[in-house]
């Protein structure tokens, strides 16, 4: 038998390979280039079926970006083609790229209240009540440092019933306690996490991001034990999974604390994931947390030489604990300006100087 080494994969092909891979780079460069072939084809529905297989992959695998910009293609085509799409689809899509908007620094709060805005004209015109305009306008205004904006749509989106475009009741859930840590009441945050840590609720990220959430609070409460289970449950959950970034830097925060080798355990087996990551903010909540680490490895005197990834810029610097402190704490530092400085206040930078200076 003889093998065409010519043959180029059909668009149907590609499609068909990429179902088969699991979410991540190898899986986004097979849709990719079926978006080539159908946008060459000028084929519309093809790239609307390739694109929404790119935000799907994308908003779980760590590239939060590419999903951006395959959601904006979608919504552009969703206007003149209305009734050729799945309307359901392209409204729940909205929140998972709307979600994280407010990681980018570059994106404004003008552009961030433009697409809210957008969010709550669709779904009102397809008949849905503002109970997820409000539960993401929560959202933002807590990853923004709005406690005013934040009170007062968690009191809108609370007071509304459920319908089919709410978030599941873990996820909502996972809020909760995320809001009450943000307000400063630690105890109301574990409270909160109750379904989650005897196991009544989960999902496929829920109680994964909350265990990590939990581990500051857990030490600020001088909740010993139940750090401990929620470290070793949560960090099971994640390993290895590039869509859990900043809650490995959660994990390596909370270890820097009270056991250095296990923090750096875990910064070394995430660093491969975490050191070109598209997302800004978790990034940045990573990078602190590790140069928090790599700045009480310095002070100590601390006998290793790290396994770093070659891509790593400092690959070759892998003993040198102060100078790669630094590279981690510069890049934690001048997101968090950015950050700020967009949103109109310091939240950030007391954040990020919080997990570096462990002391």
């Known amino acids: 038998m003889t093998t065409n080494t010519n043959h180029r994969p059909t668009f149907r092909e590609l499609m068909m390979e ?47 970006l590419r999903a951006l910009v395959a959601f904006s293609w979608l919504l552009g085509q969703w206007d003149k083609h209305e009734d050729a799409f799945n309307t359901f689809h392209l409204l729940w ?27 709550l004209e669709r779904y009102r015109a397809y008949g849905y009540s503002d109970r997820t305009y409000h539960h993401y306008r929560f959202r933002i205004a807590m990853q923004c440092g ?12 609370t007071a509304l ?3 089919d475009l709410s978030d ?10 995320k809001y009450w840590a943000f307000m400063g009441d630690d105890e109301r945050a574990f409270e909160a996490a109750e379904p989650m840590i005897s196991g009544r609720m989960k999902c496929s990220e829920v109680p ?51 056991d250095v080798k296990k923090a750096r355990d875990v910064f070394e087996r995430a660093l491969p994931l975490a050191v070109h990551h598209e997302d800004p903010f978790e990034k940045m909540m990573f990078d602190s947390s590790a140069a928090g680490l790599l700045k009480r490895m310095a002070a100590s005197g601390y006998p290793y030489k790290l396994r770093l990834p070659a891509s790593h810029p400092l690959a070759d610097q892998a003993g040198d604990f102060e100078k790669l402190a630094r590279w981690f704490e510069d890049g934690a530092t ?7 400085r967009r949103n109109g206040n310091e939240m950030y930078a007391a954040l990020v100087r919080s997990r570096i200076d462990v002391g």
């Open 18 to 64: 990429a179902e088969q891979l699991p979410k991540g780079e190898a899986k986004l460069a097979i849709l990719d280039e079926a978006v080539r072939l159908a946008d060459s084809a000028q084929d519309v529905m093809q790239g609307y079926q390739a694109r929404v297989q790119i935000v799907e992959t994308a908003s779980f695998s760590g590239f939060p």
């Open 93 to 119: 899509y909205y929140k998972w790229v709307l979600n994280k908007a407010s990681h980018f620094p570059d994106i404004t709060m003008e552009q961030i209240e433009s697409l809210l805005a957008d969010m």
């Open 146 to 157: 709005d406690r005013e904006q934040a009170m007062e749509h968690y009191e809108a989106w």
């Open 161 to 163: 019933e459920r319908d």
């Open 168 to 177: 599941c009741k873990p996820c909502e859930q996972h809020q909760l306690v």
């Open 208 to 258: 994964h991001f909350t265990f990590a959430a939990l581990l500051l609070p857990a030490y600020r409460l001088n909740r010993v034990d139940d750090a401990e289970v929620l470290q070793k449950k949560g960090h099971r959950l994640i390993a290895g999974n590039k869509d859990f970034v900043e809650a490995f830097g959660d994990h390596i925060a909370y270890l820097t604390r009270i």
């Open 334 to 340: 001048a997101t968090a300006a950015s950050l700020d």
